[in-house]
Every structure is written in structure tokens, then in C-alpha cells.
């Protein structure tokens, strides 16, 4: 059998990922950390093991491709549509102001204005693969700053266009109306695509995939998905447009019909490989010789990214009136090399913009802004300093201006519960507590929904509950609980500890996702904290033992015992009650039923008189008078006509008991 060289490279790569990870794993590092530093030891720069760079190369962008067509997935049209806002303005102001900053300080270091332009493009752009799944692990892509990261993230894709258009002219000069033209040209096409993407997702693909289906085939239904991945990929691709963008707008196509959670769960474990060979393929552009040779040059590039570029986006998100950790954590999502910033620098390189030598630092301290993100994104929930230092620019931005007179005195009373969130499940309290004439007050960070809320007359005000400041205007001091049902973990933490700060006497009840995280809330002050994945998991418990028919006090047993081996919990069991015909045990039982008439000898007789199931093997179960069901003493009824009463045995038994009640002997064989 030949050898294959690039199977061998795979192998290494894939061993050598695995020992990083789990070394860095044990340091409490983040696994992406551990694939660049593969990455890295292996590149031509390191150990100079891996020589097929270019198939590894295509590797990895299939790896970028299926994780945009996930992502896709998960942001399906409707879902996009609600942060249009973040995409349209958070995306203009982030790589605006990026551009601008970075072009006019590279100008003013002596850089030819091309030349300082090029460097603002690579600036702007951020890494979709490593912020998003740094968010999607995190469980944060719903919290204010997520939604803020992935809008401006989108918008970056969409500019990579006209960025790859513009990079080539950046050398040349004169040529400022052709590159208008081709700019304009390229948005619409992009304009074109998307409008096709939106009629095959109402159209085509529903048909296609539903076709696909009906073939009852795993793997016909997993190519199929492939296809329209790949091929949505190519398609945008042969417009000029970027492969990524192209798989994102496939994904969100499938995402709106009936298929989107099992083409996630089939197209998961290959996004997982090739992602993970697409941040190896990264770690290999870095070059230790480079920091060694320009360390000084390195650090302040590394710098720019992290902290110039961080705070850029940070502006750009109070400029959106977020409040300040909301900022901070968004400029920290967004601090850090691009990978579409590798395809302008070699389209830059080729058209003479900047040569090898002036375009190695900037990849290399790219590289390092890539490898810090993780670790950055994972401790910055916990750091408030940087918070501390945007609070005179969120004063002066009027971050909390929206709805501010309303939320100086959202209500002038006491007793209240202060909820935080107004997803599904804060809208869900809130109408129950409406219901329940108990008065209430919600902060939340999504700006439009306080707007549709205040529009139906509901207390909802924009606040950080992480503030102290929010929290007074909430009245928290004088309320009588505290509801957390937010998704950011991290935020509902600060939250708890905020409180019990400014109100300690004040109840705090929350929900979290792992049972593990329960007794650090607890210890933190919060009183009461329901696990989702226990109160899940007794609850699917509870209805498989029903399925199973197994005795309501054995299943009863067998949640408390579960709810003592997790004690997260002292919420009553409820549980449906089976009806009748539910029960398979019981499936040889026939029910019927027999109206009374005037001239029943049963009439003003009871049921223990009749003695029906000694007599004839039937019971009585229901007796139905004026249209009503008997609920007490029903063996004490005396009988009247036009009763109805139902019985329930085999079908010998039912004739032999109808005969009785309706005539005072046995009725013909019905059965």
C-alpha cells in the first residue's frame, strides 16, 4: 500500500493535541490554548514536522467552514433579525473606529497611507472560530455581550469583502474609482446572495431535506447536509464572497426548518475534528525567530490588539448605551486577531502592499493575541477593574439613559420581587406573578425587549443588576425576593454577591445549569438555587417510571431518594395521574356504561346493596347524575333513573351487570 504523508502528519498532530490539552487542562487552561501550541511546536518555525502545510491548510478551512454552518444553525433568520441592531451599528462603529484609530496612528509612525490602511483592515477583523466557541462553552452567545460579539462578528465577515477588493489597489495609487466600483459591485452581490439564502430557507431546502428524510437514511440525510454546507460555501465563494459567510447563511437556511437539531447533531463531531486541525494550522504561522529578532515591536503589535483593539470595541458597545461590564466583556471577546486577517495578509503581500519582512511581526503578535484570547475571555468576568475604569465614560456616554426617568422610580412602593431576566422563563414568572396581583419590577440588558415590554405596560426596566446603582433603583432593599433567571452565569454571580451586599435580609432565588455550581451560590448567599439538569432529570425520570407503570409510591421513593443524593431541591413531587385506559396492566378491562329507566329494578337501591361484583364480576367506577360526575360516597348513592352508570370488567361480566341494572336480568351477549 503507498504511503500517504499527510495521514502520518494527522496522526502527529492529532497526538501531539491531545498531550497539549490535557497538560494545559491540568493548569486550568482552555483546550484552543493547547491546539495552537501544537500548532506551533510542530509549524516550520518549531519542530518542522509537518510539511504537507497547504493540505493541512484545506483541512482547516473546512474546519472554519462547518463551524460558521452551525453557528448558522443556531442563528436562524428570525434570530438574526433580533440583533439586527447589534450587527448594523455595533459592526459599524467596532471596525469604523478600527480602521480610522489604527490607519491614522500607523500614518503617523511614518507608514505610506496604503500601506497604513492595510494594517486598520487586519486590525477590525476578530476570530469568529475562537470567540464563538469561547462563548458557545460559556454558555454566553444569549448574554447582552454575546449578542453584541456575534453581531459585530457578522458584520466583520460581511466587510471581508470589499477588504479583499480594496487590498490590492492599497499599492497602487489613482485607482480610487475602480475600487469604489468594485466595492459596490461586491455588495451587491453579497445583497444577492443573502436574498437567495432567504428563498431557499422558506422554499427549497424545507422540500429538499424533507425528500432526504423520507429516504430513512442516516447517511443520505448527513450528505445532504454536507451539501448544502459545502455547496452554499462554493456557491458564495463564485461570487467573490467568503467561504465562512457563505456556510453561515447555509446554516441559518436549514436552521429554519424542521431539521436544524438533528443536522446539528450529525454535522457536530466532523465541525469539532477540522476546527480542531484549523487552530493547529494557526499555531504553525507563528515564529519564535520573529519575537526573538523584534521583541519590542512584537509586544506593542501584541499590545494593539489586546488592549488598543480591546478597547476600541468597547466604545463601540457603550456607544450602544451597554453598560459598562456588558463593554467589558464584549471588548474582551473582541480583542484578538482575525483569521480572515491571514487571507488579507497574503493577498497584501502578493499585491507588493507590505513585504515578508514588515508583515512577520504582525502575524506573529496576531498569534499571540489568538492563544491569550481564551484565557482572557474565561477570567474576565472575574476582573472588575476594568469595569471600574469605564465607569466615567459610561457617565458620560449616558449609558443608562434609556428609560432613566422611569427607572429613577420604576414604582413607590414595597414588597415587590425584583426579577432579573426577561427571556422565557422571566416572562413566564412575570405573568404568573401578575395573576397573583403580587407586584414586581424587572431589570434587563436587552435593550429592544424593554422597549416591546414597556409598550404593553410592563414593569420592565434596562438596568446591569450587577450594578449597586440599578439595584437601588429597583427598590432591592425593600423587596421581598430576588428572582435571577438570566443566562450568564458569571453575571448572576456578581448579582448574588451584590445583593447580599446591599440588601442582605433580602431572599435570592436562582436557577443554574450544573448541580456542581450550586453550593458556590449558596455560599455566596443565594437561598434557594434549582439545578436545571436535576430538576430535568427527575422530571424525564418521573414520566419514564409513568411509562413504565410503576406504583405512584415507588416512583414518589424513588425521586426522594434522588433528591437526597443531590439535596438542590425540597420542591413536592407532581406528577400526572394515569387514566384508566393508560394502563396496559389493565388493557383486558372493558369499560361501558348503561342509562337507568324508569322501570330499573336498581332505582333507589345503592351500590353495596345491588352487590354487582359478587353477583356479576363488574364494579362500578363512575356514576354521572344531571350531567355531573358523583365524586363522594359513591357506594352510599341511591340510585335514580336517567342516571348514567359505568362499569368497568370483561365482557361477560358487563352483560351480566347491564342486564341486572336495566331490566333484573341478564342482558344478550354485547361482548
Not at 316 to 322: I, K, W
Request: glycine share 10%; proline share 4%; net charge neutral.
Amino acid at each position: 500500500m503507498p504511503h500517504i504523508p499527510l495521514i502520518d502528519e494527522v496522526a502527529l498532530i492529532a497526538a501531539l493535541g491531545v498531550l497539549a490539552t490535557l497538560v494545559l487542562s491540568r493548569l486550568r487552561l482552555p483546550a484552543v490554548a493547547g491546539l495552537l501550541l501544537t500548532g506551533a511546536v510542530l509549524g516550520p518555525a518549531g519542530l518542522g514536522l509537518v510539511k504537507s502545510l497547504e493540505a493541512i491548510e484545506v483541512l482547516a478551512e473546512i474546519g472554519v467552514v462547518l463551524l460558521l454552518f452551525t453557528i448558522g444553525l443556531e442563528f436562524s433568520l428570525a434570530r438574526l433579525a433580533s440583533i439586527f441592531k447589534q450587527v448594523a451599528v455595533g459592526g459599524v462603529l467596532q471596525v469604523g473606529l478600527t480602521i480610522a484609530a489604527v490607519t491614522g496612528g500607523a500614518m503617523a509612525f511614518g507608514w505610506p497611507a496604503g500601506r497604513a490602511v492595510f494594517l486598520g483592515f487586519v486590525f477590525a477583523l476578530s476570530s469568529t472560530a475562537i470567540v464563538l466557541r469561547a462563548l458557545t462553552e460559556r454558555r454566553e452567545l444569549d448574554a447582552p455581550h454575546g449578542r453584541f460579539i456575534v453581531g459585530t462578528l457578522i458584520f466583520q465577515d460581511l466587510c471581508v469583502v470589499p477588504m479583499v477588493l480594496v487590498v490590492p489597489f492599497l499599492g497602487a495609487a489613482g485607482s480610487q474609482g475602480n475600487v469604489l466600483a468594485e466595492v459596490g459591485i461586491a455588495l451587491g452581490k453579497a445583497a444577492a446572495v443573502v436574498v437567495v439564502a432567504v428563498a431557499l430557507a422558506r422554499v427549497v431546502v424545507p422540500r429538499l431535506l424533507g425528500w432526504v428524510d423520507a429516504s430513512r437514511s442516516r447517511e443520505v440525510f448527513l450528505l445532504a447536509v454536507l451539501a448544502l454546507c459545502m455547496g452554499t460555501a462554493w456557491l458564495t465563494s463564485l461570487a467573490g464572497l467568503s467561504l465562512a459567510l457563505g456556510a453561515f447563511l447555509g446554516g441559518m437556511a436549514v436552521a429554519d426548518t424542521d431539521y436544524g437539531h438533528r443536522a446539528m447533531g450529525d454535522v457536530t463531531p466532523l465541525r469539532d475534528a477540522f476546527v480542531s486541525i484549523f487552530f493547529v494550522s494557526l499555531g504553525m504561522f507563528f515564529d519564535v525567530r520573529v519575537v526573538v529578532a523584534a521583541p519590542g515591536e512584537v509586544l506593542v503589535l501584541t499590545l494593539g490588539f489586546i488592549v488598543g483593539k480591546g478597547f476600541l470595541a468597547t466604545v463601540a458597545a457603550m456607544a450602544m448605551r451597554f453598560p459598562s461590564r456588558v463593554a467589558w466583556l464584549a471588548g474582551v471577546g473582541l480583542a484578538q486577531f482575525g483569521e480572515f486577517g491571514f487571507v488579507l495578509a497574503r493577498l497584501a503581500e502578493s499585491a507588493g502592499v507590505i513585504d515578508a519582512e514588515a508583515l512577520a511581526p504582525i502575524l506573529s503578535a496576531g498569534i499571540l493575541s489568538m492563544f491569550f484570547t481564551p484565557l482572557m475571555v474565561r477570567l474576565a468576568p472575574h476582573v472588575r477593574a476594568g469595569e471600574r475604569l469605564l465607569l466615567p465614560l459610561e457617565k458620560l456616554l449616558g449609558v443608562r439613559s434609556i428609560d432613566q426617568e422611569e427607572a429613577e422610580h420604576p414604582h413607590a412602593h414595597s414588597g415587590h420581587v425584583v426579577v432579573v431576566g426577561f427571556g422565557l422563563a422571566g416572562q413566564t414568572i412575570a405573568k404568573a406573578l401578575r395573576a397573583s396581583r403580587q407586584q414586581y419590577v424587572v431589570l434587563e440588558l436587552n435593550a429592544e425587549t424593554v422597549r416591546a415590554a414597556r409598550a404593553r405596560g410592563e414593569p420592565v426596566f434596562y438596568g446591569d443588576a450587577t450594578s449597586p446603582e440599578a439595584l437601588a433603583h429597583a427598590h432591592v432593599t425593600e423587596a421581598r425576593a430576588v428572582l435571577l433567571v438570566l443566562n450568564d452565569p458569571p453575571a448572576a454571580q456578581r448579582i448574588v454577591d451584590v445583593v447580599k451586599r446591599v440588601a442582605p435580609t433580602v431572599p435570592v432565588l436562582m436557577r443554574t445549569r450544573y448541580v456542581k455550581e450550586v453550593n458556590g451560590l449558596l455560599a455566596l448567599g443565594a437561598q434557594d438555587v434549582v439545578a436545571e439538569e436535576v430538576e430535568g432529570g427527575l422530571e424525564l425520570l418521573v414520566r419514564l417510571l409513568r411509562v413504565l407503570e410503576t406504583p405512584r409510591n415507588v416512583i414518589e421513593q424513588r425521586v426522594k431518594e434522588a433528591r437526597e443524593a443531590t439535596r438542590t431541591s425540597e420542591r413536592k413531587l407532581t406528577m400526572r395521574r394515569t387514566t384508566l385506559g393508560e394502563v396496559k396492566a389493565l388493557s383486558g378491562l372493558k369499560v361501558d356504561s348503561v342509562l337507568l329507566g324508569e322501570e330499573s329494578p336498581s332505582l333507589g337501591r345503592t351500590v353495596v346493596e345491588l352487590d354487582l361484583r359478587r353477583q356479576t364480576g363488574a364494579m362500578v367506577v363512575a356514576l354521572v347524575r344531571h350531567g355531573a360526575v358523583v365524586q363522594q360516597n359513591l357506594s352510599e348513592q341511591r340510585l335514580a333513573a336517567g342516571d348514567v352508570v359505568f362499569l368497568a370488567g370483561d365482557g361477560e361480566a358487563l352483560r351480566k351487570a347491564m342486564g341486572l341494572l336495566a331490566q333484573g336480568q341478564f342482558a344478550p351477549d354485547a361482548s
